[in-house]
């Protein structure tokens, strides 16, 4: 495989000091491997921490800053990084008002974060978690008990940040992320194997010509297989997959997200096939977000994310928000 990497053992760490000359005003520790916006702790505010294995780039450290997180602990790729660096983050980030930890639905990451939750409690920082478990495609996989963290990870980093930012207590705080969880709902597709530097290839089958219909995005097996479909027969089976769950009856955030291969000139297309089907059943759509925001490496394909929302919610997305990879009203 043609990887743009030195080698496989410091894909993560070159990736951090990269952040590092690109984002003055992130804190990046290489060696800890933690992302902090650098004028944390900010007094009277909640703080949000979220993690994960790296490879879903921007999620997670591409959404710290003002109106998002404050501090994100990428581990190694696809690999849950470990409690000692979610108790360092939270001493950096914690002003006295709490933490609150952002975790999606993967066996690793639900342990080492609770796990760090306690020992952070030990340490005096007063910690809350929200589960993200959007994913309707399949109910258990190789990597959880449950439904699967995806798309919806984003929502909740940036209205809860939000609800944080505007100086919400930390029961407020995540009584507003566990809100969003619950009217959440994603289905991906994956056109293509992912890659991972470790392994130099595919780290699945797909045969040419044919498509994953509810894959994760660790490339976890989905629903079934077909042959290769159009941009608007995948919206349809996609859009309808997350409205059959979900079954919104407020207007819509509504999230096309791209796995990491694909090019906006198609996401935008399949977007446009997405509003179709969201019209066609009379869906009120509020905001449309389009682009790679949890990515998996190099997957060609895509993901639906859509979360139905009050007035106090569309409120929270639309305020300022200040990060490397989402940013808008500042």
Known sequence: MRMLINVPETVVSDALRGIAAAHPELVVDVANRVIVRR?????????????????????????????????????????????????RAAAAVDSGRGVLFVVKNYTGDVLNFQMAAELAEDEGVQVASVLVDDDVAVRDSTFTAGRRGTGATLFVEKIAGAAAEEGMPLERVAAVARQVVASSRSFGVALSACSTP?????????????????????????????GMMTSREIA????????????????????????????????????????????????SVARTLVGNYVTSLDMAGCSVTLCQVDGELLRLWDAPVETAGLRWGR
Do not use: W
Request: hydrophobic fraction near 40%; glycine fraction near 18%.
């Open 236 to 283: 349809d089976v996609a859009v309808e997959a997350v409205l059959e769950d979900l079954k919104p009856q407020l207007p819509v955030l509504a999230l096309v997200n791209g796995m990491g291969a694909t090019p906006l000139l198609e996401l935008y297309g399949f977007g446009a096939e997405v509003r179709r089907v969201l019209d066609e059943r009379g869906v």
């Open 39 to 87: 004028d944390a702790p900010v007094a009277g505010k909640v703080a949000l921490i979220s993690g994960g294995g790296s490879g879903h780039e921007p999620l997670h450290g591409g959404f710290v800053g003002p109106g998002m997180l404050d501090a994100a602990c990428p581990g190694e790729v696809f690999t849950s990084p470990v409690p000692d660096q979610m108790v």
């Open 198 to 226: 470790a392994k130099g290839g595919p780290t699945f089958e797909l045969p040419e010509g044919e498509l994953e219909l509810g894959v994760g995005i660790h490339g976890e097996p989905g629903r079934e297989r077909r």
